[in-house]
C-alpha cells in the first residue's frame, strides 16, 4: 500500500511527519511523506529553527509526484495540524488528484484544532476550514474529545451525548470516526477511553491512564489507525490494534522518562504489541 502524508515535520523528536512515517512504514506500507514545515523541534520546547512552507509549495511537491505517474497506485492521503488555510485549500485539492487517478484512494484527516485544558490552539480559521472543508471531504477523521465537540457544535459529558456527536460528524461526510482522548461520565479517573464508529456502531476500548505529557501521540495513532483499517476495512480491529501499539509506546516512553515518544525504540509495539485491550461494542 502506498500512503500520500501530508504534515509538519520535525529533524529532532516526532510529532507530524516524524511521528506518522516510521510507524506506518514499520507496517509495511510505502509512504510518500510531504511537509508543511521544516523545524529543528516542535514548538513545545518554545524556541525552535526553521520555516513554515506555503500551499504553492505542497502543491509544486505534488505535482513532482504526479510527474512520476504513481498518483494513480495511491491508496490514501493522510492530513494532521494545518498551519495555515492556504496549505488546508492544498491539501484538499491533492486529494481531489488522488481520487482522481485512484478511485478507491481514501482520505484520513486529523483534524487538529485544539484539546481540553488548552482551547483552540490552530491559527484563525483553522477550525472554520476543517469543519467546512477538510472534514466533510475525508473519508476517516481522528478527532480528540475536545475536537468531535467543535466539530459537532456539542457538549458531551455521557457516552449517548458522544455517539450523536460523532452522527453529526458523519453527516459531515466521514464515515469512519476515530474519537481519542474520551472522557465520558462513565470513564474511570485511572482510564482513557476511544471510540471508533462506522456504519451506525460504535466500539469502545479502555486503556490506563499514563502520567506523561508528550506530544506526537495524536500523530502516531492516527497513522496507525488508518494503516489497520486500509487493511481489514474494519473499525473495531483498527482500533484494537492501533490503542494497543500506542498504549504500548507510551508507556516506554513514561518507564524511560522521555520528553519525546520513543518511537524508535519501542517500534515492536507497532507489529507485536505488549499488551492488548478488550474491544467492546457499546
Do not use: K
Not at 521544516?38 to 504553492?56: A, P
Not at 466521514?174 to 479517573?189: A, E, H, K, Q
Amino acid at each position: 500500500m502506498n500512503v500520500l502524508s501530508i504534515q509538519s515535520h520535525v529533524a529532532y523528536g516526532h510529532v507530524g511527519n516524524a511521528a506518522a512515517v516510521f510507524p506506518l512504514q514499520r507496517l509495511g506500507i510505502e509512504v510518500w511523506p510531504v511537509h508543511t514545515v521544516q523545524f529543528s523541534n516542535h514548538t513545545g520546547y518554545g524556541e525552535w529553527t526553521g520555516r513554515v512552507f506555503d500551499g504553492q509549495a505542497v502543491e509544486e511537491v505534488v505535482q513532482g509526484i504526479a510527474d512520476r505517474g504513481v498518483l494513480g497506485s495511491c491508496d490514501a492521503v493522510l492530513s494532521g495540524y494545518l498551519g495555515s488555510a492556504d496549505i488546508g485549500h492544498a491539501v484538499v485539492g491533492t486529494v481531489a488528484r488522488v481520487r482522481a487517478a485512484s478511485p478507491g484512494a481514501v482520505y484520513a484527516c486529523d483534524p487538529v484544532i485544539g484539546d481540553v485544558g488548552r482551547g483552540v490552539f490552530v491559527r484563525p480559521g483553522i477550525a472554520e476550514f476543517m469543519r467546512d472543508v477538510a472534514v466533510p471531504a475525508a473519508d476517516v477523521v481522528t478527532p480528540n474529545h475536545f475536537e468531535l465537540d467543535l466539530l459537532s457544535g456539542r457538549t458531551t459529558r455521557t457516552l449517548p451525548e458522544v455517539e450523536e456527536a460523532v452522527a453529526a460528524v458523519q453527516a459531515l461526510g466521514p464515515g469512519v470516526v476515530l474519537t481519542t482522548s474520551l472522557i465520558t461520565d462513565d470513564t474511570p479517573d485511572d482510564a482513557v477511553d476511544l471510540l471508533a464508529s462506522e456504519g451506525g456502531r460504535h466500539f469502545r476500548v479502555r486503556t490506563p491512564r499514563l502520567g506523561l505529557s508528550v506530544n506526537g501521540a495524536g500523530d502516531a495513532i492516527a497513522a496507525l489507525f488508518l494503516a489497520h483499517w486500509l487493511d481489514t476495512r474494519s473499525a473495531d480491529v483498527a482500533l484494537g490494534r492501533a490503542a494497543a501499539s500506542v498504549f504500548g509506546l507510551l508507556q516506554r516512553t513514561e518507564n524511560a522518562g522521555s520528553r519525546e515518544i520513543l518511537l524508535v525504540a519501542a517500534q515492536d509495539e507497532f507489529v507485536s504489541p505488549t499488551r492488548t485491550f478488550t474491544v467492546e461494542e457499546v
